[in-house]
């Protein structure tokens, strides 16, 4: 089975019929990410109709500002959610360091939840690599979905120490691009997604459709020298290794 493991479901408008078609045509399981409250009640709301969407909660560094001095009006949503996120820290797009303590609070915040409760995260790093990286060890986190990492190359062991997932996105379709981080990751610690609707936007100036994930699974593929059908096999298995039983038999 197919997995996109980082996708906004609930940023579909006109198009979000289309996309649940496309999810249960090519039986995608599709970790819907939110990045706030709203965000996570629309998603729940749109996981209704689609048996491969499985909404997900997190309050995202660019939001955290709003929740700070509200934390415990996330506890539910905290408890209830299989793996918190997208969560993390922001110290590159946030140029306003006077939202940095907002941003860290909520993340330790979030961090403390998935620590109590062993929940995987879905985890934005950019800008703040080191940071996440010191946060996951203070609590506990043994296994995250590190979300389109641009980061150092020189800290990624030290992510896989943690026992943390990366995943590869529609940046490899970019041509005018290396490999990235593909070359040097694990295949046991491999996950795609496909940041969707917008994720495809930054590459090509089109909303990004759940199909895509089929062109990046083939790209990944060929870096990795492996047929499409043994790494979509590889890459369920180390969705079940990350994920656990944390949702409950899903797919």
Same mark, same amino acid.
């Given at each position: 089975?197919l997995v996109?493991a980082?996708?906004?479901i609930?940023?579909?408008?006109?198009a979000?019929?289309?996309a649940?078609a496309?999810?249960?045509?090519?039986?995608i399981l599709?970790?819907?990410v939110?990045?706030d409250?709203?965000?996570?009640?629309?998603?729940?709301e749109?996981a209704?109709?689609?048996?491969?969407?499985?909404?997900?909660?997190?309050?995202?560094p660019?939001?955290?500002?709003?929740?700070a001095?509200?934390?415990?009006?996330?506890?539910g949503?905290?408890?209830w959610t299989?793996v918190?996120?997208?969560?993390g820290?922001?110290?590159h797009?946030?140029k306003?360091?006077?939202f940095?303590?907002?941003?860290i609070?909520v993340?330790?915040y979030q961090?403390?939840?998935?620590?109590?409760l062993?929940?995987?995260?879905?985890l934005h790093?950019k800008g703040?690599?080191r940071?996440v990286?010191?946060? %996951?060890?203070?609590f506990?986190i043994?296994?995250s979905?590190?979300?389109?990492?641009?980061g150092p190359?020189?800290?990624i062991?030290?992510y896989?120490?943690a026992g943390c997932?990366?995943?590869?996105?529609?940046?490899v379709l970019?041509?005018g691009k290396q490999?990235?981080?593909?070359?040097v990751l694990p295949?046991d610690?491999i996950? %795609?997604e496909?940041?969707n609707?917008?994720?495809?936007?930054w590459?090509a100036h089109?909303i990004?459709?759940?199909?895509?994930?089929?062109e990046?699974?083939?790209?990944?593929?060929?870096?990795k020298?492996?047929?499409?059908?043994? %790494?979509?096999?590889? %890459?369920?298995?180390?969705?079940?290794?990350?994920?656990?039983?944390?949702?409950g038999g899903v797919g």
């Amino acid at each position: 089975m197919l997995v996109d493991a980082h996708a906004h479901i609930d940023w579909y408008t006109d198009a979000l019929n289309e996309a649940l078609a496309q999810i249960e045509k090519h039986r995608i399981l599709t970790m819907a990410v939110a990045m706030d409250v709203p965000a996570y009640l629309k998603t729940v709301e749109i996981a209704q109709s689609c048996p491969f969407v499985i909404p997900t909660f997190g309050i995202h560094p660019w939001e955290a500002a709003r929740y700070a001095d509200r934390l415990h009006e996330l506890d539910g949503y905290l408890e209830w959610t299989p793996v918190i996120g997208e969560a993390g820290l922001d110290f590159h797009y946030v140029k306003d360091k006077g939202f940095y303590p907002g941003q860290i609070k909520v993340f330790e915040y979030q961090c403390m939840w998935a620590g109590r409760l062993s929940k995987p995260m879905n985890l934005h790093t950019k800008g703040a690599e080191r940071e996440v990286l010191e946060m %996951l060890g203070r609590f506990g986190i043994d296994r995250s979905i590190i979300h389109w990492y641009s980061g150092p190359v020189s800290l990624i062991e030290s992510y896989l120490a943690a026992g943390c997932y990366f995943t590869l996105g529609v940046d490899v379709l970019n041509p005018g691009k290396q490999p990235g981080i593909v070359d040097v990751l694990p295949i046991d610690r491999i996950l %795609l997604e496909t940041d969707n609707p917008d994720g495809y936007r930054w590459l090509a100036h089109e909303i990004g459709m759940p199909e895509l994930l089929l062109e990046i699974l083939r790209k990944v593929s060929a870096a990795k020298g492996m047929a499409p059908a043994e %790494l979509e096999s590889k %890459l369920w298995q180390n969705w079940q290794d990350c994920m656990e039983d944390k949702l409950g038999g899903v797919g």
